[in-house]
């Protein structure tokens, strides 16, 4: 169970030079269940990338699959897809448009065939997961905070209970506790209802804290696709590009460079934490 992208290239404008090209030969596959982070400077290809997974872009050169089936083959059921391959774009608050935030959520499991006693139901859940309470279902989108809005957004894709959640720098202008119950939600997603995330973020300490495996896009390209440990290693490279390295992992060098002898490929606090105490320890027994 995957989406495959076979030598995906995409242009925007047809007839217009090589060098124009968004996406250049993308090979990659996303398997069930995988939490993966898409990094990349601005330009590189990231939102192109993610509208290729339910077929919103049509490559201009190669494949996308889905379980190993051509999604834009004849009768290959697109719409489907998009139930199952739930896209987030980036200020998805924008695009809230019912009368109340229930109404909001309902209209995509209505969409999906679900009847309104059935979408209420799942709407429901889908906003306490996301942390909005009851008191607000009946609210205007527009009544609600910034924040909210963007966790009413969230609901209404998971509300149509996808496979894959991919979701296009979600945490984008939220102050650090909007971005915790998010990255909080993603997680739980992830692990207790075995959900595949993409998370696009420019935010490297987001990626380290959450996905297992981590792409790197540079113009048009995959750079780096792999374990976030040893995509991580490559800092020297990385800020070549533009981009950084999780920030424990800088501090992890900078003590080594100052004789503290900590692992180097910690990424979040705790692990620093952790490296730190059983430098601590090692000290104490050999003392
Ligand atoms: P990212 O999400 O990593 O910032 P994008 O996928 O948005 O990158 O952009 C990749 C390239 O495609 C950039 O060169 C960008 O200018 C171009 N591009 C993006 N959207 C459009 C569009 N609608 N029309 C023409 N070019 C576009
Ligand atoms: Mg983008």
């Known amino acids: 169970?995957?989406?495959?992208?076979?030598?995906?290239?995409y242009k925007y404008e047809e007839n217009t030079k090589e060098k124009n090209y968004a996406l250049k030969?993308?090979?990659?596959?996303?398997?069930?269940g995988e939490f993966v982070g898409i990094a990349g400077h601005t330009g590189s290809g990231k939102s192109t990338l993610i509208q290729h997974l339910n077929g919103l872009l049509k490559p201009s050169g190669g494949k996308v699959l889905y379980n190993e089936?051509?999604?834009?083959?004849?009768?290959?059921?697109?719409?489907e897809l998009r139930g199952k391959v739930g896209v987030c774009f980036q200020y998805?608050?924008?695009?809230?448009?019912?009368?109340?935030?229930?109404?909001?959520?309902?209209?995509?499991?209505?969409?999906?065939?679900?009847?309104?006693e059935e979408a209420e139901v799942i709407s429901r859940q889908a906003l306490l997961d996301v942390g909005i309470e009851e008191n607000i279902f009946h609210k205007s989108p527009f009544e609600l905070s910034g924040g909210q809005r963007r966790r009413v957004a969230i609901a209404g894709i998971?509300?149509?209970?996808?496979?894959?959640?991919?979701?296009?720098?979600?945490?984008?202008?939220?102050?650090?506790?909007g971005r915790d119950q998010i990255l909080n939600l993603l997680k739980k997603l992830h692990q207790k209802k075995g959900m595949a995330i993409l998370l696009v973020s420019h935010s490297m300490e987001d990626v380290a804290d959450c996905a297992d495996r981590v792409i790197v896009m540079n113009h048009g390209e995959v750079m780096y696709d792999g374990d976030k440990r040893e995509v991580f290693s490559h800092k020297?490279?990385?800020?070549?590009?533009g981009l950084s390295v999780p920030f424990y992992?800088?501090?992890?060098?900078?003590?080594?460079?100052?004789?503290?002898?900590?692992?180097?490929?910690?990424?979040?606090?705790?692990?620093?934490?952790?490296a730190i105490m059983d430098v601590i320890r090692k000290k104490r027994d050999n003392a």
């Not at 169970?1 to 290239?9: C, F, Q, T």
């Not at 809230?96 to 009847?115: A, H, I, R, S």
């Not at 020297?236 to 590009?241: C, F, H, N, S, T």
């Open 1 to 9: 169970m995957s989406i495959r992208l076979e030598n995906v290239s």
């Open 158 to 177: 998971l509300a149509m209970e996808p496979e894959y959640f991919v979701l296009d720098e979600p945490t984008a202008g939220l102050d650090p506790a």
């Open 92 to 116: 998805p608050e924008y695009q809230l448009f019912e009368v109340t935030v229930l109404d909001d959520v309902c209209f995509g499991p209505m969409n999906f065939g679900k009847t309104r």
């Open 236 to 241: 020297k490279e990385l800020e070549a590009i």
């Open 25 to 32: 030969n993308i090979k990659l596959e996303i398997k069930k």
């Open 69 to 79: 089936r051509d999604i834009f083959e004849p009768g290959f059921p697109l719409r």
């Open 249 to 274: 992992r800088s501090l992890a060098e900078e003590l080594r460079e100052r004789g503290f002898m900590i692992k180097e490929d910690v990424l979040t606090l705790e692990e620093t934490k952790e």
